[in-house]
């Protein structure tokens, strides 16, 4: 099994900590694991609050956890309250189900790891999240949507 290189980890977390400048977003925080959710990097802006690894490495974790995005482990928890408690109790509250978190696959579409990106909103962290990875020259689920059931782009 692959696994994200730290140079892929730390450009991706600087293209989505130059982005969020551009777009004068809050402060964010962004960690990138390997597969087993294993930390390769983390990076907290300065005036970020209390939490945010936590925050990111719960996102991360739930999108490799699940095999999909944490908005989409989002809508399941929505959908699924029974089950998704479940899961939350089985991996000892570690899933964090709220948007910013992404798979990142290599261009054959193996998973190679994920990253958790939080202080903006759920949506502007899932976009940060996906623009930090196809900067350092990865792919997110969408653009490999032809493996068919191998991405998961809907619940």
Do not use: C, W
């Not at 730390?10 to 551009?22: G, M």
């Not at 960690?31 to 996102?59: H, L, N, T, W, Y």
């Not at 739930?62 to 929505?78: D, K, P």
């Not at 502007?124 to 969408?142: P, S, V």
Request: no cysteine.
């Amino acid at each position: 099994m692959s696994a994200v290189t730290l140079e892929q980890a730390n450009t991706l977390i600087s293209a989505i900590l130059q982005r969020a400048r551009e777009l004068n977003l809050r402060p964010m925080s962004v960690v990138v694991v390997e597969p087993g959710a294993i930390v390769k990097a983390f990076q907290k802006e300065d005036g970020s609050s209390m939490m945010r690894f936590e925050m990111a490495m719960g996102k991360a974790y739930a999108s490799l956890a699940l095999g999909r995005s944490s908005s989409l482990v989002l809508t399941r928890t929505e959908q699924r309250p029974i089950f998704m408690e479940f899961l939350f109790n089985a991996s000892e509250r570690k899933i964090f189900a709220e948007g910013g978190g992404r798979l990142i696959r290599s261009a054959a579409g193996e998973v190679i790891g994920a990253v958790g990106v939080t202080g903006d909103t759920q949506e502007m962290d899932e976009t940060l999240a996906a623009h930090g990875i196809h900067a350092a020259g990865l792919k997110i689920d969408e653009d490999l949507a032809d493996l068919g059931p191998a991405v998961r782009l809907t619940n």
